[in-house]
C-alpha cells in the first residue's frame, strides 16, 4: 500500500457526461501528480500540482481539469468524455516538486466510457 | 525532448532464469533521474529504485540489479533466479532536473513497459 488513495476504483459513463476523479495524496507529500494509461498511448503525464499550485503541464487535453485543494488531496476532471478517454487514470504524489522525487502510485480508477 | 525505450515488449521465462529487462533513454539535460517501477497484474504501479545521473554505480538489491551506463544511455534491470511472483509490466522513466526555475515541476517520461511472464 503506497499511502496514496483514489476514488472511485470504477467509473462507468457515457460520451459527453463529465466525471470527478479523486486523490489523497500519503501524509506529508506536497506534490500530486496525474497520470494516464491507455493501451495506445502508454503511461502519459497529464499535470503536476505543488502545494495547491500547478507546477508541470503534460498533453492534458482542454476538457481536462485539475486542482489541488488547501488540504492537498486533488480531483481531476474530465468533461465532454468521449470513447477514446476510457483509460486507467493514477494519481501519484512525493514530497515536493523536484524531479529527484520517487512517486508513490494511488491505484488508479478505470474510467470507462461507453 | 525526453524519450524513454523499451524494446523488448514481452519476455517469457521460466523460473529460476535470469533475465534482463533493456531500458534506453534520451536526454538533453546533464541532470537527470532515472525510474524503475513495477505493475503486477492489480494494476497498482510500484516504484522499485532511482538513479541520478552523476552515480553510475551499480545496485544491488536481492535478486534485483541495475546497470546504469552514461555512455550508451542505458540503465537495464537484472532479476536473478526469477520466480512466478515476479511476472508483471517493468516501466522505466526519465525525470530531468529543471533547477534554477522556481515554478519548475517535474514529470515522470515511460517507457513502453515490458511484460515479463515468468512460468513455473
Known amino acids: 500500500d503506497s499511502g496514496v488513495t483514489q476514488t472511485p476504483k470504477h467509473l462507468i459513463t457515457a460520451t459527453g457526461q463529465r466525471v470527478t476523479l479523486r486523490c489523497s495524496p500519503r501524509?506529508?507529500?506536497?506534490?500530486v501528480y496525474w497520470y494516464q494509461q491507455s493501451l495506445d498511448q502508454g503511461l502519459q503525464f497529464l499535470i503536476q500540482y505543488y502545494n495547491g499550485e500547478e507546477r508541470a503541464k503534460g498533453n492534458i487535453l482542454e476538457r481536462f481539469s485539475a486542482q489541488q485543494f488547501p488540504d492537498l488531496h486533488s480531483e481531476l476532471n474530465l468533461s465532454s468524455l468521449e470513447l477514446g478517454d476510457s483509460a486507467l487514470y493514477f494519481c501519484a504524489s512525493s514530497l515536493d516538486h523536484g524531479p529527484y522525487n520517487e512517486q508513490f502510485f494511488g491505484p488508479g480508477t478505470r474510467l470507462t466510457v461507453l | 525532448a525526453q524519450k524513454v525505450t523499451q524494446a523488448q515488449t514481452e519476455i517469457s521465462v521460466v523460473e529460476k532464469e535470469d533475465v534482463t529487462l533493456d531500458c534506453v533513454y534520451e536526454?538533453?539535460?546533464?541532470?537527470?533521474?532515472l525510474f524503475w517501477y513495477k505493475q503486477p497484474p492489480s494494476g497498482e504501479l510500484v516504484f522499485l529504485i532511482r538513479r541520478n545521473s552523476f552515480d553510475e554505480q551499480n545496485e544491488i538489491s536481492g535478486r534485483y540489479s541495475w546497470n546504469f551506463q552514461k555512455s550508451t544511455s542505458s540503465f537495464n534491470f537484472t532479476i536473478t533466479a526469477s520466480q512466478v511472483v515476479d511476472s508483471a509490466v517493468y516501466f522505466c522513466a526519465l525525470s530531468e532536473a529543471r533547477m534554477r526555475r522556481e515554478t519548475s515541476g517535474s514529470r515522470l517520461t515511460f517507457g513502453e513497459g515490458t511484460q515479463l511472464t515468468v512460468n513455473p
Open positions: 536526454t538533453r539535460d546533464t541532470t537527470y533521474y
Open positions: 501524509s506529508g507529500d506536497l506534490s
